[in-house]
DNA sequence: ATATAATTTGAACCATGGTTCAAATTGTGG
DNA sequence: CCACAATTTGAACCATGGTTCAAATTATAT
């Protein structure tokens, strides 16, 4: 009978398949798609390289469901901001800070590398997709500010970009060991990146409610 | 003979490793370091694959140089911006503009991608060499802005990463054709982000200055 | 015109790493 | 205990792409 199956129904397929989506999210994470072999995934585990192919058809599909729980993810926090707060300031802050910590607790490092270009196309456009959804739902929140008079007018792209690329690189550099927690890290961001879009003489202070971890394997 | 030279003296050569160093650079830019093959950068030059090895040891040294030299071009701007501004807030400004052109018209696409990991480990200690010391230049306009009293206390190193984040993740996305060009896309960024430093009541306009191009190849 | 240097060619080599699969092992139900 | 399903193994296969290099071509100096 032929071997390959890659979405087998035992009991044990499913917590094997998100045991091996942690490991590749994190190896990923840390040494870069490309810089991780399907021999280190295995050994990471503790199985043989031939096994992850009884679960996923290729490398690509390991990105892609890695990627695409992160954007998951992401979406997630958007609709509990979209629940949660009500100013567009607080829900600016809010997002932000959820969204450096989604990447970096959540599903490490596997949205934010952006490394699409590995990805066949019909995958590609399902996570561009979903990016297209949630940096809209980032856009509008900013929109929502500038209506409502709490942030100056701006050009709302830009100062999307900005907040996007900002939170998006520090799964360069973000490492949990010593120093500031993701947390710490989204809150100063959020700050900077708020405050810098309120219109002149608008208040702001961070709010007291606190993001989940969105994203999570 | 042994054919094998890779630093050329010949009338022709710097010519011809700019060259080439300039369509590597753009190669790596648009399709990203590891989907771009050696053949594809010999074949967008219209010479043969070996004929690259002529002029240069290898891929890596081809990244080395299009990064090192973005760093050149980051070291030049951060030099300039000193000499020809004065406040920390304009020279924080003209620091993040510079950057943004830096980065996506000056040597597209190599410094950001920040893919060390692809380099071996004399070559990479040598770019994280000068990234660090051009960091230390950034977070040094930021001190200076907070002892002034321009910039609120913030966490300094927080604050750096906000910005290099924003303005490296750009060349994931800056594309010339259509939209803003990269000078204002900098612009907006810049005023975001130095809007969001300030302290409560500190005024601020974009300064008048104009940041030239550095890291030309 | 000729000798030498510089530059280019392009096929071949080779290591790497993604992928396959027959056989083996383990787990489960009757 | 046995039959069957699920899971695992690990060597082999294979494509890719970095790299080499003998030979050829072009450029330059005399």
Redesign the pocket.
């Known amino acids: 009978m032929?071997?390959?199956?890659a979405n087998?129904?035992?009991?044990?397929?499913l917590a094997?398949k998100l045991e091996i989506l942690r490991s590749a999210s994190y190896a990923f994470g840390e040494r870069g798609y490309?810089?991780?072999?399907?021999?280190?995934i295995?050994s990471d585990l503790?199985?043989?390289?031939?096994?992850?192919?009884?679960?996923f058809?290729?490398?690509?599909a390991l990105l892609y469901f890695c990627q695409d729980e992160t954007l998951n993810g992401l979406l997630d926090l958007a609709a509990w901001v979209g629940d949660n707060a009500e100013g567009a300031a607080e829900r600016l802050f809010l997002l932000i800070v959820g969204h450096v910590i989604c990447i970096n607790e959540g599903v490490p490092g596997s949205l934010a590398h952006h490394d699409v270009e590995a990805l066949e196309a019909s995958w590609r456009a399902k996570i561009v997709r979903k990016r297209r959804r949630y940096e809209l739902a980032l856009r509008t929140v900013i929109e929502d500010g500038i209506r409502a008079g709490v942030f100056a007018k701006t050009d709302v792209k830009v100062a999307a970009l900005a907040i996007l690329g900002a939170a998006n690189w520090t799964v360069k550099w973000f490492r949990e060991e010593g120093g500031l927690g993701a947390r710490a890290v989204g809150e100063g961001f959020a700050g900077q990146l708020v405050r810098g879009l309120l219109r002149p003489g608008a208040r702001f202070e961070p709010p007291n409610i606190q993001v989940p971890v969105f994203g999570g394997l």
């Open positions: 032929v071997q390959i199956v087998p129904a035992g009991p044990k397929a094997r490309h810089e991780t072999g399907m021999r280190d295995a503790g199985m043989t390289v031939g096994n992850l192919y009884y679960y058809a290729n490398k690509q």
